[in-house]
């Protein structure tokens, strides 16, 4: 079946550590690709998007993510973490064209201060 | 703009009752869905609907209904509510083509006793 998979559930850093979250998928053909995340008792909020082009994908609040084709991966990463990006994050996919979101498991970051 | 908006915030019924959660966008998008969220399973996507007059299933359809008389609003009916729908449902919106980024609405959190 199809799916995304995100690696981690639970990833707990100190605040200027680096971040990287796994994101794969198991779709064929042409996919867009989302990490959302989510404040403490908040909605999802879009940090970046790929439809194409660079596979470098930079996002909001220092976030960005890289497509591997070949890999089936689309990771977030983020060279230094906050204390304010506590939060869980979801990766999630469209495919052909499409607006129908399959979303990852989320991954919880807890980033003490 | 207000967005995505849904009411209500929070509800909580008992097994058998039967109840509608609202859902709204400002943004005149056509497509319109219905997710709900659980612990350690992301948003599973349980109805959408690619314009008015138009909804099809998702991923968890079982329980609900829904349907889309208008643009803007997309209501979601549980019939007869179960434990098992305790959750928080969460709306969201997008243009049919285009970038398809999805706007969400703050949730709803309901629990079934």
């Known amino acids: 079946a199809q799916s995304v998979s995100q690696h981690n559930h639970h990833v707990i850093l100190s605040e200027a550590a680096s971040l990287e979250l796994g994101c794969n998928y198991s779709?064929?053909?042409?996919?867009?690709l989302f990490w959302y995340v989510q404040y403490p008792g908040q909605h999802l909020q879009l940090l970046l998007k790929?439809?194409?082009?660079?596979?470098l994908v930079k996002g909001i609040k220092g976030f960005e993510a890289e497509f591997i084709k070949s890999k089936f991966s689309f990771n977030l990463r983020k060279p230094s973490v906050q204390w304010s990006d506590t939060a869980e994050y979801f990766c999630?996919?469209?495919?052909?064209?499409?607006?129908?979101?399959?979303f990852g498991g989320g991954t919880r970051l807890m980033v003490k201060p | 703009n207000a967005g995505v908006t849904q009411t209500p915030k929070f509800q909580v019924l008992k097994t058998g009752q039967s109840m509608t959660l609202q859902c709204a966008q400002d943004?005149?998008?056509?497509?319109m869905s219905w997710y709900r969220q659980d612990p350690g399973m992301g948003l599973r996507l349980i109805h959408y609907?690619?314009?008015?007059?138009?909804?099809d299933q998702g991923e968890v359809p079982n329980g609900y209904n829904v349907s889309r008389s208008t643009t803007e609003d997309f209501p979601l009916r549980l019939l007869s509510a179960a434990p098992s729908q305790t959750s928080v449902y969460f709306c969201?919106?997008?243009?049919?083509?285009?970038?398809?980024?999805?706007?969400f609405g703050p949730g709803t959190r309901l629990t079934v006793t």
């Open positions: 790929y439809f194409s082009g660079d596979p």
């Open positions: 999630a996919v469209t495919h052909n064209a499409g607006n129908m979101l399959t």
């Open positions: 943004m005149n998008h056509e497509y």
């Open positions: 969201a919106s997008s243009r049919q083509t285009g970038s398809y980024e999805q706007y």
């Open positions: 609907s690619v314009g008015a007059g138009i909804t």
């Open positions: 779709y064929g053909g042409t996919v867009n």
